[in-house]
């Protein structure tokens, strides 16, 4: 659980972290209908994350050359919680399907909860627990009714979808680790933007090495949906790394819920998408989950009862 004086702050952050999320659904759909490749999509993800930050760090002097336990920090999340899922999203989501994809993505709070219990962090009382369950469970709902569960592979598909676990754990370890490990006086804006252009780095790196060519001609043809999307990235990660600060993984790894539901919103909205009934039966189970989940976080600590001195005691 988090200090009782950061919870409404770190709720307000998840529901605006996970609302921006949801609002960028949208774009990355239209982007990949206009063939923009995914880790190209990716990288225009890092790069308005960078590009409006660091300015805005340059204007507020907080920009710096990151050393030590800051440089550490920034090469290990932005290759790890950044760089390693999207390039593994490009790769399983073709054999397994979007739905089974969005599955894994709705395990990461629950292997979130795992992770943080095994290093010892504190982990959310049962009433969080609850809601957590009911998130998955809305999420899972959401992403197998919104896309085929598992790809035409034949039997080359199962190895993919056992791959495709790879997700959760890696978000995971990447949620708990930057909490463990996050510098003292690290300004929250100056780790985002450093975490993604280590992430785009990994990235382009990646493109070259697996196609030998960077097709961001793609680009060209999307103006209107980079540069909101580079935008909407821009405001979303700073409060990203302040959710972590003042949340912890745990409350993190449930942005994807909120996001899950709001998608559905801005797909109806934005794009005409028409969903079934069962997949806003699943958002409906997911807002219960997030409200469970909120409740817990307000709710003060049980105070542990003190012992009484033994008589014998002086």
């Given at each position: 659980?988090?200090?009782?004086?950061?919870?409404?702050?770190?709720?307000?952050?998840?529901?605006?972290?996970?609302?921006?999320?949801?609002?960028?659904?949208?774009?990355?759909?239209?982007?990949?209908?206009a063939g923009v490749p995914p880790l190209v999509w990716a990288m225009v993800i890092s790069a308005g994350a960078a590009g409006v930050l660091v300015p805005v760090l340059v204007v507020q002097r907080r920009f710096a050359l990151p050393r030590g336990r800051m440089l550490r920090y920034a090469a290990i999340s932005g290759t790890l919680s950044f760089a390693a899922v999207n390039a593994l999203l490009f790769w399983v989501i073709p054999h397994v399907g979007a739905g089974y994809a969005g599955l894994m993505f709705a395990l990461s709070?629950?292997?979130?909860?795992?992770?943080?219990?095994?290093?010892?962090?504190?982990?959310?009382?049962?009433?969080?627990?609850?809601?957590?369950?009911?998130?998955?469970?809305?999420?899972?709902?959401?992403?197998?009714?919104?896309?085929?569960?598992?790809?035409?592979?034949?039997?080359?598909?199962?190895?993919?979808?056992?791959?495709?676990?790879?997700?959760?754990?890696?978000?995971?370890?990447?949620?708990?680790?930057?909490?463990?490990?996050?510098?003292?006086?690290?300004?929250?804006?100056?780790?985002?933007?450093?975490?993604?252009?280590?992430?785009?780095?990994?990235?382009?790196?990646?493109?070259i090495a697996l196609t030998g060519t960077m097709p961001l001609n793609h680009l060209h043809a999307v103006p209107h949906l980079v540069l909101p999307q580079m935008l909407i990235a821009g405001l979303t990660f700073p409060a990203y790394f302040a959710l972590q600060r003042a949340g912890g993984p745990v409350l993190l790894s449930q942005i994807g819920y909120v996001a899950a539901a709001v998608g559905l919103a801005a797909g109806t909205v934005l794009l005409g998408e028409v969903y079934a009934p069962l997949t806003w039966a699943g958002a409906a189970v997911v807002a219960i989950g997030i409200a469970l989940t909120i409740r817990a976080q307000l709710s003060p600590a049980p105070e542990v009862p003190r012992r009484a001195p033994s008589a014998g005691c002086a």
């Amino acid at each position: 659980m988090t200090d009782s004086a950061h919870t409404p702050r770190a709720i307000g952050l998840l529901l605006y972290t996970g609302a921006l999320l949801g609002a960028g659904l949208p774009l990355g759909k239209l982007a990949a209908a206009a063939g923009v490749p995914p880790l190209v999509w990716a990288m225009v993800i890092s790069a308005g994350a960078a590009g409006v930050l660091v300015p805005v760090l340059v204007v507020q002097r907080r920009f710096a050359l990151p050393r030590g336990r800051m440089l550490r920090y920034a090469a290990i999340s932005g290759t790890l919680s950044f760089a390693a899922v999207n390039a593994l999203l490009f790769w399983v989501i073709p054999h397994v399907g979007a739905g089974y994809a969005g599955l894994m993505f709705a395990l990461s709070p629950v292997a979130t909860l795992a992770v943080t219990a095994m290093a010892g962090l504190a982990t959310p009382p049962r009433l969080g627990i609850i809601g957590i369950g009911l998130g998955l469970a809305g999420a899972a709902l959401v992403a197998l009714t919104r896309g085929g569960a598992i790809g035409t592979d034949g039997a080359g598909g199962l190895g993919w979808a056992v791959l495709g676990f790879a997700l959760p754990a890696i978000l995971a370890i990447g949620n708990v680790y930057r909490t463990l490990d996050w510098p003292e006086g690290a300004h929250p804006a100056a780790l985002a933007a450093w975490s993604h252009i280590f992430a785009l780095l990994a990235l382009v790196t990646l493109q070259i090495a697996l196609t030998g060519t960077m097709p961001l001609n793609h680009l060209h043809a999307v103006p209107h949906l980079v540069l909101p999307q580079m935008l909407i990235a821009g405001l979303t990660f700073p409060a990203y790394f302040a959710l972590q600060r003042a949340g912890g993984p745990v409350l993190l790894s449930q942005i994807g819920y909120v996001a899950a539901a709001v998608g559905l919103a801005a797909g109806t909205v934005l794009l005409g998408e028409v969903y079934a009934p069962l997949t806003w039966a699943g958002a409906a189970v997911v807002a219960i989950g997030i409200a469970l989940t909120i409740r817990a976080q307000l709710s003060p600590a049980p105070e542990v009862p003190r012992r009484a001195p033994s008589a014998g005691c002086a």
